[in-house]
């Protein structure tokens, strides 16, 4: 739970409404949550590898979204759940080689390539029932007041996953906190983005360097 302990690895955006900012901020707020709440990836009925959507910070099993599950002041906290499903490629093979050693004992014979594909996709389904989910939460901070959002995911990847969840459910444009984008909101050009003197920490003219290293780089 990075968001409570600590950790400093996140992303910082600013909210910015599509239309209309919300008149009930706490409405909107559950209201979003829920419609892109996570669902549990469901082994019997459907053959994905992966689920993604939002949950409580507190309780990663909870899509109910109480207003004290989830404002904390004046920060809205919650999780980005993902959950995957794999079969590992060396678990399948070992079976699928197991099966044809019992075949070619059965039948005095090796499977067909047919054979082998049918059974490959019977072992698949089975390992894939007895699996358990890999579980991963990204927690994510949302100042209500100064509109600034954090997510806390390492993967740019990841990070532009949750950006489209956060923008898709509540209608709003996550623009990236970077010096780069301030600037530009901010009316500054960009040859102004340059190091100052005080940064650098001296200000150095061609003058003052020795004669002995200019005619060092000289050709």
Request: aromatic share 6%; net charge negative.
């Amino acid at each position: 739970m990075p968001v409570l302990s600590g950790a400093v690895t996140f992303s910082r955006f600013r909210s910015e409404p599509a239309g209309n900012a919300p008149s009930d901020k706490k409405r909107w707020l559950s209201k979003g949550l829920k419609s892109g709440a996570f669902e549990p990836i469901d082994l019997k009925k459907t053959e994905d590898e992966r689920a993604a959507g939002f949950v409580e910070l507190e309780n990663h099993d909870s899509v109910e979204f109480s207003t004290g599950a989830i404002l904390y002041g004046d920060y809205a906290l919650f999780g980005f759940r993902v959950d995957t499903v794999k079969v590992p490629a060396a678990v399948l093979k070992a079976e699928l080689d197991k099966w044809a050693t019992a075949f070619e004992k059965q039948n005095g014979r090796q499977p067909t390539r047919g054979e082998k594909a049918e059974n490959r996709a019977s072992l698949r389904h089975m390992l894939r029932q007895r699996a358990v989910p890999s579980t991963k939460v990204h927690d994510v901070s949302w100042n209500l007041q100064t509109q600034q959002v954090q997510i806390w995911a390492a993967s740019r990847k990841q990070v532009e996953e949750i950006l489209l969840a956060l923008e898709q459910a509540f209608e709003v444009k996550l623009q990236p906190l970077v010096p780069a984008a301030m600037a530009a909101r901010s009316g500054i050009k960009d040859e102004e983005l340059v190091p100052t003197p005080e940064l650098i920490g001296m200000e150095i003219s061609h003058n003052e360097i020795p004669s002995s290293e200019v005619a060092h780089g000289e050709a």
